[in-house]
């Protein structure tokens, strides 16, 4: 069994939908990748910082999941990382209505010792350095590094991007991050321009588009189910993402071929995730409604056809 | 060898987009269907009007492609129907500069008496009573009509546009559309509305992000190739379109499963309609690359994934 280190964060959200809204509920880029890759039973631990406000009862709720939270600093005198959003209509784009970094402004990650040979490492939505940081304290080259960031970073943090990102092996972004990282329109251009920056693996996440994979030359593309109704969608890419690690440190293959199946379960996840309020679909998933809905993926995308 | 009759408009076209524009060159939704169709051999006519000023060379391209235009009534001292546009940057919308119906505006189709018993019926993009006049002149009721069809008319005719899809099976339509048509944003259920509208099967055509066929609770959803410039969506639906109507009257099978690969071929005879202006690059297309592009489309989409 393959270690998985995660650094994110765990946070309070509040979130307004169309459908309606809700209070301080759990949130944080790491609670959805832990939650999401605890589906494939790996050893994975998370690693991110939280206020005393933070109640016991998430973290059980991740430990109980079997994520080693032994690398979560909680600042008893601080608070947690606060995130309020809204989504317009087409829950397609949403405004940020509050961000208070509070306790996350001073993060310094320390990865726990038993994890500094994790094979795999997920560094989830953060200042660059940060993840530079928990990159620089493992002690063997892991097998497998998985980078996550945003527009946000684009602007304000650069050149510091740009540094970690030489570093990885997978970037998973957006389409319009991905347009504006490269200056390119055009997918495909775009994803060999960034390949020029240094990840092997470009995975580009196009929301209810599906999800393309690219390693030069080959391409992969997941559609995305198509869902009667998208409640919140808050969290799903993270979802796919901490899928994607999962799957990979479980199988502990990272081959082109299996990076396809990776980006098939991530997806998998991440289209459960939509279907209520925060993590709520995710905390009690069954294998067996997982099963199904791959299966439902495999009929909705592959086919038989004669070349003659 | 089954017979396909397709209707729409024979055209004058003139396009700009940012990589440059043309004066009037071929165009027209029967254009584009037939070239794509006559890929599979199959015996298809084309029912549409033009003007004197229409081209002998034109006619001939399309006839050489054993494409019968005895049901092409060429008005002598009339004009071409005529459209002009210009594409905005991102090649996903794009402004309407001209359109002269010309002898469009008194067309009244005349299918030739041979292929009123053809297995299928491919109905392009016109007004609803024009298309519903074709779909009275056949003598046996074919295998399967398909149906193209734009906001336009749904802005200007709906209830003739109603009318028609109850007598269809297939109709092909752009997701804006089918919001518009039905006043549902989620596609699965707008697919649904149109159901109970008539027709069995639902392609939402989501250009560079794919399609979709709808049958009920069956969903299939092709991606598009990801592509490295896209130099001219024109044509593009239609000649997807063409694809599916001559996959499926060359194969003869109206199933659901083979309606996949008819969406496949579709899809890749699509992604060559775009990579030049107009119908340039339909014109000589080899089976050769047609088969190359379709095992990447398969490379693209197909995974092997263990379910345990």
Known sequence: MGKLVIVGTLAFDAIETPFGKTDKILGGAATYIG????????????????????????????????????????????KTFFWSG??????????????????L???????????????????????????????????VK??????????????????DLHTVIKKIDVITINDEEARQLTGEYSLVVAARKIHSMGPKYVVIKKGEH?????????VFYAPALPLEEVFDPTGAGDTFAGGFAGYITKTGDTSFENMKNAIIHGSTLASFCVEKFGTERMQNLSKKEVHKRLLQFKQLTQFEIELT
């Not at 892991?142 to 050149?159: E, G, Q, R, S």
């Open 210 to 218: 599906g999800a393309l994979l690219f390693n030069n030359d080959n």
């Open 86 to 103: 809204k989504y317009h209509n087409d829950m397609n784009s949403r405004d940020t209505l509050a961000t208070e970094l509070n306790t």
């Open 35 to 78: 939650l999401s890759a605890s589906q494939f039973n790996v050893d994975a631990a998370i690693v991110s910082i939280v206020g005393g406000d933070f109640p016991k009862e998430y973290l059980d709720l991740l430990s109980d999941k079997n994520i080693n939270l032994s690398g979560v600093e909680i600042v008893e005198n601080g």
């Open 105 to 139: 402004a001073d993060f310094n990650p320390v990865v726990p010792e038993d994890y500094r040979d994790a094979e795999i490492v997920m560094l989830g939505n953060l200042h660059p350095l940060v993840q530079l940081s928990v990159l620089n304290q493992m002690t």
């Open 142 to 159: 892991p097998k497998l590094v998985i980078l996550d960031t945003m527009n946000f970073w684009m602007d304000c943090a650069l050149d």
